[in-house]
């Protein structure tokens, strides 16, 4: 046992985990040999204080940083991509070595360093392709927030600089040495996750597969793939039941393909795109990719998939195995791209970042991606990712864990909220334990005015340029006509008079309560009606919902698929969400916007600079009133009332929650007039029943 002086000395190295400091091991090493006396150790106390003191400030409870020589053995040369230093050794290099997975993941605060940490492996990696010139290392960046980044400043020439909004051109072509049905399959599947409409992915592939082949004849000397506007004009061209058994896949499918062609401007109008392989990684360059605000938001997110596909499965198909990493993704903002709520979208398979970190290392290609922290970030992507950078942390749960991610000592999170811009501790496959780093400065250029590239490309082709196919479209809906006229005749012999008639009138005035359709002709008795109804669910032609708006019940409907074709129709398409009640009153509210002749009348307006679609709306005197009906879920109403009065680019003159009954709007005026975001804009929110738009259309 110690005592006096050296326990002093000995619990003031424990208490402040001091002995990662060389001095401080050399004095253990003299206690531990019993060499240092009082007078000694008195004088080290002096010392030691200021390290303690140092240590509040700046806590460090990381094991002994390694020498040189412990980190690289003799044999084993330095990182081929070198990021910086160690914080207490600067004589150490750290970096990136290419041989193996090469995959990591950067996380920290705004301003922590990680922007520049991407711009050093960009710098690093034009400094190693000078000395390794028939071995090049290309780097593809998606950078969805330039800060000052000039890529032909840091890399020169040999680097491309492409952008979403304006040169950059992307098409759905396979990838060299990929048959067209397997790539399909994979397209199709992740634009479906992605745009959340996995019962549409069946459609999808059908039509592409199909306008591929119609595209493509026999001997065509460069292939051409459909952009997304040509498929959304044939599927408005072609009967629904070409692609899919259920027309609701098409039309969430029609949706979403016009969400992409009006918001993403001319980015995939073009039949043969931007090929990474060919196009960069093949010249020895590399690629910067400017993406920065996307809309509609998934398909910034898309993107990011649809690259790392094409490296997989092209190289995968191509047997294009190595050693070492010659192609370096970097994906900066990428915290949606790799959450673990990504994967229940693309059950049971993996989204294809997570994907490609296992399965490209075979292939030489290595994933970086930046995030702002690590709680979302699925476990598949933590344990792909063999470098793990961590900067500045100040939310306690990041802290907690990045402590487990980076396998910290006890009290080594607290390092985490002290590091200073381009600090970070550092976990790679040469050292068991987390080292404290400093990243090499590169500056961004802030007079940079970038100068975009445009990569080759064939451009898009619309429908009246196919005349083959707009005629094979033709023939096919004539022929599909016909084929329905004969199906319908010998099938509405089955129905009685009073059957068919009313499915005629609901055909004709779909949103019309079935008591007013009956009124139409000679109202049959309670009973009868009772019968009509009953045949024609039997029939499965149409689904009835009673509801109460007022006093009594009503009674509405909703044609189904099979009545559509049984008469020969093409659906009516007026739009509206939700069950049968919501999608009548909806429907109730563009009438009356209608009848009173106002500028415009719609349902299912997407509120302008947001996400969220207003149940209906209508253009009066220039300004929009908006209208949120709430009959079954009203947990998201705050949200979109909170899009519609605070996050719309465009003003919003009043919003009306629209509910069947008094009661109803009662306990909603409740909730909404509780929520402090809307306290500022709760003279902009009426209510009404939906009575008073069925009173007006049918007094």
């Not at 370096?328 to 790799?338: S, Y």
């Not at 809906?477 to 319908?488: G, K, N, Y």
């Not at 689904?543 to 509405?556: A, M």
């Amino acid at each position: 046992m110690h005592s006096g002086n050296i326990a002093k000395l000995l619990a003031l190295i424990r208490q402040y985990g001091l002995d990662n400091i060389d001095e401080v091991r050399w004095w253990l090493s003299l206690i531990e040999l019993g060499e240092m006396d009082e007078g000694l150790a008195e004088m080290c106390l002096y010392q030691c204080q200021a390290y303690a003191e140092e240590r509040r400030q700046r806590p460090n409870f990381l094991a002994p940083p390694p020498t040189y020589e412990e980190l690289y053995p003799e044999g084993e040369d330095p990182p081929d991509l070198i990021l910086g230093h160690l914080v207490d050794r600067p004589e150490v290099p750290i970096g990136i070595s290419l041989r193996g997975a090469v995959h990591g993941v950067l996380a920290g605060t705004t301003e922590g360093g990680k922007s520049v940490t991407l711009r050093r492996l960009m710098v690093a990696a034009a400094e190693r392709n000078r000395s390794h010139p028939n071995d090049p290392v290309s780097i593809i960046m998606l950078d969805r927030a330039p800060d000052c980044l000039n890529p032909k400043l840091l890399l020169g020439d040999d680097c491309l600089h492409f952008d979403a909004h304006s040169t950059l051109r992307l098409s759905a072509k396979t990838p060299i040495g990929v048959s067209p049905d397997h790539w399909i399959n994979h397209y199709a599947e992740t634009f479906c996750a992605r745009a959340g409409l996995k019962a549409a992915r069946i459609p999808l592939a059908n039509l592409m597969r199909g306008l591929v082949a119609a595209m493509n004849p026999a001997g065509a000397a460069k292939p051409v793939f459909p952009p997304f506007r040509l498929m959304l004009e044939v599927l408005r061209r072609l009967p629904k039941r070409s692609f899919a058994d259920k027309d609701p896949y098409v039309d969430s499918l029609t949706t979403w393909l016009m969400d992409v062609t009006h918001g993403t401007g001319k980015l995939f109008e073009s039949c043969y795109g931007l090929d990474l392989e060919e196009d960069v990684i093949a010249q020895g360059k590399s690629a910067v990719i400017s993406m920065p605000q996307m809309s509609p938001a998934w398909i910034s997110h898309f993107v990011p998939d649809i690259f790392v596909l094409e490296l997989l499965l092209g190289r995968s198909m191509r047997g294009q195995q190595r050693d070492s990493a010659n192609v370096l993704l970097l994906i900066d903002e990428a915290d949606e791209d790799v959450s673990w709520a990504n994967e229940r979208f693309f059950e049971p398979s993996l989204y294809p970042i997570s994907k490609g970190m296992r399965q490209l290392r075979k292939f030489g290609v290595g994933i970086f991606v930046a995030v702002g922290a690590l709680n979302p970030v699925s476990r598949h992507v933590l344990n792909a990712a063999r470098y793990k950078l961590i900067f500045a942390l100040s939310d306690a749960k990041c802290v907690d864990m990045a402590a487990q991610t980076l396998l910290l000592p006890p009290g080594g999170a607290a390092m985490l909220q002290h590091l200073t811009p381009g600090q970070c501790l550092f976990r790679s496959p040469r050292w068991p334990h987390a080292m404290h780093v400093q990243i090499h400065y590169v500056p961004p250029d802030r007079d940079v005015v970038p100068v975009f590239d445009a990569n080759p490309h064939v451009p898009a082709k619309r429908l009246e340029d196919l005349p083959g196919i707009l005629e094979a479209l033709r023939g096919t809906t004539r022929q599909h006509r016909q084929d329905e006229a004969q199906r319908t005749a010998a099938e509405m012999q089955g129905l009685s008079a009073e059957a068919r008639n009313l499915l005629i009138q609901a055909s004709t005035h779909p949103y019309w309560p079935v008591q007013r359709l009956f009124e139409l002709g000679q109202v049959p008795t309670p009973q009868a009606q009772i019968a009509i109804r009953k045949e024609i669910e039997d029939r499965k032609l149409a689904d009835f919902k009673q509801v109460r708006p007022g006093s009594r019940n009503l009674l509405l409907k909703m044609l189904t698929a099979e009545a559509w074709a049984l008469l020969g129709k093409p659906p009516i398409e007026i739009g509206g969400r939700g069950g049968i009640a919501h999608m009548h009153y909806s429907a109730w509210i563009r009438m009356v916007g209608e009848r009173r002749k106002y500028s415009r009348s719609v349902v299912e307006w997407l509120i302008p600079g947001t996400n969220h679609p207003a149940d209906a709306a209508w253009l009066v005197d220039g300004r929009w009133e908006v209208f949120e009906v709430v009959v079954d879920c009203s947990e998201n109403l705050v949200a979109h009332l909170e899009a519609a009065l605070l996050h719309s680019s465009e003003p919003i003159a009043r919003v009306t929650v629209v509910a069947p009954q008094k009661k109803d709007l009662d306990d909603l005026r409740r909730r909404v007039e509780s929520a402090p975001s809307l306290a500022p804009v709760l003279e902009k929110i009426a209510y009404e029943v939906a009575l008073v738009y069925m009173k007006e259309l049918w007094p």
